[in-house]
């Protein structure tokens, strides 16, 4: 562990030194009509050019006149050839006046982003629009609490689903062990239920609206026509899919080659669950998506992989079965979390790097002090399993008659490391739930 905690130093010196700006929200690039313009006369449309292709969005933009009654036709659509381009409609033969337009996007990354701007047709006076083409959210505050909260109980979901990789590399004797299948089915139901909360939140947090608004229709069919939504339903298939396998991968006796192909659907259902998530957050605002997405999905799943065989060693060591010899599994565990680790510390790095919209911003926005924070928790995580891995080396089984008393010492070691480890565990977990709704340049 002390290569990993040298390696982090590097890779937290490396951001430091060469943090690059990327995109954060989706912004708007232009407008035509432009905001605070004069026009002769009355235009036919109003379309608003955007930093990524969101799609199109029903109900995104909306113009109204002095007395707030909407004077555009819709539906939003593409005027061109320009998918980051969209437009409505206006009514034919508008009054001289002013007008304000009202946007509200969903970006790649399931955030909210609205704002307003204003133009005048003929000669009179320009209503200006506060906080004209801003990107404040407006989401209101208890979904927006809620929506985290659901969130790291998803993480939390994965994590358990994680300890799979636990019980069938470092202990096979787990698969008849109810304990640690209930583990797995526990993430397996969180996973559900959180995806199902943040399909039914999605609605009210892009429109601002408060928990009341959970069940409009309306806004359950506008979470359905976006990229999140159907993405949010790909997770449900996909760890449905995984809890039927589950069961059948952990059966004893299996043939070597039915259990191959399970766990090869296995990897693969697992490996939708987290492209699920990485496809909706802060990794697809990156003008190079692929590399951001890629190392998500290496820094999630060896998050779960160790966290949840974390999990999955807490259980044993308090819980183990009738005269089983845990001194093979944590050994087995060490060397999977070893590779783990580095694989967490050199994908962080690389999202870092990629998502960080400059140096400044480590200490400068909310964003980059729950980076660092998070970077703290991880370091400390990697003090407390190096103690682990000493507890390891030393052996948990006695070398010789005699010997019982160092064995017992070692084993409370060792369990008091992991439950710390778990601890921590949570809490970046919880680092990286807020991560997911804060603005990296916020």
Known sequence: MKRALALL?????????????????????????????RLSAAPSLVSVTLSEN???????????????????????????????????????????????VEYAFVSADSHPVRGTFAFVVGAGPLVTSA??????????????????????????GVVLLGGLAFVVVCRPGARTDGRARRLLRWGAGLVVVTTVAQFVLQGPYAAGRDLEAVFDTGLLADTMRVAYGKLLLLRLVAVAA????????????LPDRLRSRYENLAMVTGFLVLLTFSATGHPVTDPIMFVSV??????????????????????????PGAD????????????????AVTAIALSGAVLALRIMPSLS???????????????????LLLVVASRS???????????????????????????????????????????AALLTVTPPGG
């Open 389 to 431: 891995r000493r507890v390891v080396r030393r052996g948990m089984t006695a070398p010789a008659e005699g010997a019982t008393k160092t064995v017992t010492t070692n084993l409370r070691r060792l369990r008091q490391a992991v439950v710390v480890e778990v601890v921590l565990s949570v809490v970046v977990l919880a680092l």
């Open 131 to 156: 906080g004209a083409v801003s990107a404040a959210t407006g989401t209101d505050t208890t979904v927006n609490t809620v929506s985290t909260v659901v969130r790291w109980f998803a993480y939390l």
């Open 324 to 339: 089983e010899d845990l001194a093979p599994v944590a050994t087995r565990f060490s060397r999977l979390a070893a590779g």
């Open 54 to 100: 969101v799609g199109i969005q029903p109900g995104s933009i909306k113009v109204v006149d002095l007395a707030g009654t909407q004077v555009d036709t819709g539906p939003v659509f593409q005027p061109g050839d320009v998918a980051e381009q969209v437009a409505v409609h206006l009514r034919p033969n508008l009054p001289d006046a002013s007008y304000l």
């Open 361 to 379: 911003s480590l200490w400068t926005t909310g964003f980059g002090v729950l980076v660092l924070a998070k970077i703290a928790g991880f370091a």
């Open 294 to 319: 890629t190392a998500d999905l290496v820094h999630f799943g060896a998050i779960a992989i160790w966290a949840g065989g974390l999990v999955q060693l807490a259980l044993a060591l308090f819980r």
């Open 9 to 37: 130093a590097f890779l937290v010196g490396w951001l430091v030194l060469s943090a690059t700006p990327a995109s954060a929200h989706v912004e708007i690039v232009s407008s035509t009509p432009g905001d605070g313009a």
């Open 242 to 253: 995984l809890a039927v396998l589950v069961p059948r991968l952990l059966r004893t006796g």
